[in-house]
């Protein structure tokens, strides 16, 4: 069975400044990995996937992520966040023929500070 | 012209009733799921659901089942609920099983007191 760990639970960050939040999963098979970002009292938003080919893999809102094989994990990145990317964000990973079923990881709170 | 909604919004209740909660997309998709997140925002899988199969996470008890009156709906319903149960749940949907983009709600919050 597959798992998800965010080390991070909160990252305050100034405005302007680069953020990474860090994904790792655990798996005994190939799996689809992708990043969601809830804002307050709201539901989950795709941010970005990787299902195959390129590693790095850019998304909305100038967000982006690398997959690394060697080290299971599926960091994400900005070079520049802003206020308004304040919010949850959850990293998951489903396996194929596991009825698309996502595991989810505990999440990252962002917080941005001006 | 929301793309996937839930009702009602917020949920209060007593320990020992039975409650539901209402899942509509009109997206068009094939697959429906429901998510439980709990206080501390850990979110769980509890039903993936298309109309030929019904995967259900082991761990889901029984007093919770998923409904679905068409290709369109997938409503949870809740016997006997307990304190463990308040929650947010979400709904979301996905275009084909294996499309791996999945389309969220915006949660109910369930309150049981």
């Known amino acids: 069975a597959q798992s998800v760990t965010q080390l991070d639970s909160q990252v305050p960050v100034f405005e302007e400044a680069p953020v990474e939040l860090r994904c790792n999963y655990s798996s005994s098979v190939s799996v689809y990995l992708f990043w969601y970002v809830q804002y307050p009292n709201q539901g989950l938003q795709l941010l970005l996937k990787?299902?195959?080919?390129?590693?790095l893999v850019k998304g909305i809102n100038g967000f982006e992520a690398e997959f690394n094989k060697s080290q299971t994990s599926f960091h994400l990145r900005k070079p520049s966040v802003h206020i308004s990317d304040t919010a949850e964000y959850f990293c998951a990973v489903s396996e194929p023929n596991a009825g698309n079923m996502l595991t989810f990881g505990g999440g990252t709170r962002l917080m941005v500070k001006p | 012209d929301t793309a996937v909604s839930q009702t009602p919004k917020y949920l209060v209740t007593q320990m020992g009733n039975d409650k539901s909660i209402k899942c509509e997309q009109n997206?068009?998709?094939?697959?429906m799921y429901w998510y439980k997140q709990d206080s501390k925002k850990f979110l769980k899988i509890m039903f993936s659901y298309n109309n030929k199969e019904l995967i259900i996470n082991e761990t889901v008890p029984n007093r919770f089942s998923p409904k679905s009156p068409d290709k369109a709906h997938l409503n949870l319903h809740i016997n006997s609920l307990e304190l463990g149960d308040s929650a947010v749940y979400f709904c979301?949907?996905?275009?084909?099983?294996?499309?791996?983009?999945?389309?969220f709600g915006p949660g109910t919050r369930l309150t049981v007191t």
């Open positions: 990787y299902l195959s080919g390129s590693t």
């Open positions: 997206l068009g998709h094939d697959t």
């Open positions: 979301a949907s996905s275009q084909e099983v294996f499309s791996y983009e999945q389309y």
